[in-house]
T-cell receptor, first 113, second 109 residues
Framework: SQTIHQWPATLVQPVGSPLSLECTVE??????LYWYRQAAGRGLQLLFY??????ISSEVPQNLSASRPQDRQFILSSKKLLLSDSGFYLC????????????FGPGTRLLVL | GQNIDQPTEMTATEGAIVQINCTYQ??????LFWYQQHAGEAPTFLSY??LDGLEEKGRFSSFLSRSKGYSYLLLKELQMKDSASYLC??????????WGAGTKLIIKP
């Protein structure tokens, strides 16, 4: 069966510091991968998605970037965090098929102070 | 623009039935998803509808009318553990998911 891991689970970072969040998927090959952010009490905002190694699409302009160095690894990064980057970061995967249901990892709660 | 509307919050009683509505306007349609999200946790997949009609899965059912741009999630025999947010999402013509803000469901004993 497929599983998705994210780490760390929680993170407190000062403004201006760098960020690296990692997501890995097991039990499937060549998945679509997604990074979402959810602000408190708000809906899901798609940040990046990837259909393959090295292929990244950005949905919103921001100081975040994403990379996919391996088939089942997706990394979210920032060189300098802003206060507005605080939120709940969720990684998701889907199989390339008609339905493409997205399955989420446990998430990383980021607080920028 | 693309838009998903669902009520912000609903309250229901344990053992009762509740219907959570979702209306959408999107560029194309390739299916509608419902997810459950408990506070502080990630969303979990509940249901998928691509054809009109009712899909039943145990205590949960989901209905779709593509001509009306409308769906609902029906929860029967409510339990306290059903207290959560319920997210409606539509896959558009580019196979991108458009998300609603979610409906927070509060179950009272």
């Amino acid at each position: 069966s497929q599983t998705i891991h994210q780490w760390p689970a929680t993170l407190v970072q000062p403004v201006g510091s760098p960020l690296s969040l990692e997501c890995t998927v097991e039990g499937t090959s060549n998945p679509n991968l997604y990074w979402y952010r959810q602000a408190a009490g708000r809906g899901l905002q798609l940040l990046f998605y990837s259909v393959g190694i090295g292929q990244i699409s950005s949905e919103v302009p921001q100081n975040l970037s994403a990379s996919r160095p391996q088939d089942r690894q997706f990394i979210l990064s920032s060189k300098k965090l802003l206060l507005s980057d605080s939120g709940f970061y969720l990684c998701a995967w889907s199989v390339k098929a008609d339905q493409e249901t997205q399955y989420f990892g446990p998430g990383t709660r980021l607080l920028v102070l | 623009g693309q838009n998903i509307d669902q009520p912000t919050e609903m309250t229901a009683t344990e053992g009762a039935i509740v219907q959570i509505n979702c209306t959408y306007q999107t560029s194309g349609f390739n299916g509608l998803f419902w997810y459950q999200q408990h506070a502080g946790e990630a969303p979990t997949f509940l249901s998928y509808n691509v054809l009109d009609g009712l899909e039943e899965k145990g205590r949960f059912s989901s209905f779709l009318s593509r001509s009306k741009g409308y769906s609902y999630l029906l929860l029967k025999e409510l339990q306290m553990k059903d207290s959560a947010s319920y997210l409606c999402a539509v896959m558009d013509s580019n196979y991108q998911l458009i998300w609603g803000a979610g409906t927070k469901l509060i179950i009272k004993p």
